[in-house]
């Protein structure tokens, strides 16, 4: 979600600074603007005193301004943390009944579960992407299947095999997982 979030920011944003950009470039070039448009001509400001100092007056104008752009930084600062955020897990802390912990690579865990997933039978690929804190982590897993497996069954000996070695490895007391089965395209099997 935050990737399309992103990307639709992006494009409306870019959008935006190319419209304007290239209409002021086109009145600063010569071309007539329409009669609505924000400047006239080549030499007309974008914002002249009389615009800006036109709501000066008004109580409700200054609230508004600073409440909008207080909006507008709020929002761009939610989007660059969301944007910088680490989303996969570095390391897992695996308790090792002494007091003290170990700590496992991430990706050496999320290797061995999708190595142990992607060898049961049918499932042609399988990827693992852990997340969540390095004392609860969550498991993230794709399968993809070949035409005759049955999903259920697939999705049984995912989590009665490969996610529980993984949480009785690691010492966790409880590994959930988000799994997304897709199928192989395949053609279509003649019937005779």
């Known amino acids: 979600m935050l990737r399309i979030v992103n990307r639709?920011?992006?494009?409306?944003?870019?959008?935006?600074?190319?419209?304007?950009?290239?209409?002021?470039?086109?009145v600063g070039l010569g071309l007539k603007p329409p009669?609505?448009?924000?400047?006239?001509?080549?030499?007309?400001?974008?914002?002249?005193?009389?615009?800006?100092?036109r709501w000066r007056?008004?109580?409700?104008?200054?609230?508004?301004?600073?409440g909008v752009l207080a909006l507008c930084v709020l929002l761009a600062l939610w989007w660059l943390t969301a944007v910088l955020r680490?989303?996969?897990?570095?390391?897992?802390?695996?308790d090792t009944g002494d007091g003290e912990g170990a700590l496992l690579r991430g990706r050496a865990l999320e290797g061995v579960l999708a190595d142990?997933?992607?060898r049961a039978d049918g499932v042609q690929r399988a990827q693992v992407l852990l997340t969540g804190r390095r004392s609860t982590p969550e498991a993230?897993?794709?399968?993809?299947?070949?035409?005759?497996v049955?999903?259920?069954?697939?999705?049984h000996l995912?989590?009665?095999?490969?996610?529980?070695?993984?949480?009785?490895s690691a010492g966790l007391a409880a590994l959930p997982a988000e799994v997304r089965l897709r199928g192989v395209k395949h053609r279509a099997e003649r019937v005779s």
């Open 140 to 148: 993230r897993v794709q399968l993809l299947l070949e035409p005759h």
């Open 116 to 118: 142990e997933a992607g």
């Open 150 to 155: 049955d999903p259920g069954q697939a999705l």
């Open 86 to 94: 680490r989303r996969r897990l570095a390391e897992v802390l695996v």
């Open 57 to 66: 007056d008004d109580g409700w104008w200054w609230p508004t301004v600073i």
């Open 158 to 168: 995912l989590t009665t095999e490969a996610l529980a070695h993984a949480r009785d």
């Open 35 to 53: 009669s609505w448009w924000i400047h006239d001509g080549r030499h007309d400001v974008l914002l002249s005193d009389t615009a800006r100092a």
């Open 8 to 26: 639709v920011l992006l494009g409306f944003a870019g959008l935006v600074l190319v419209l304007l950009g290239g209409s002021v470039l086109a």
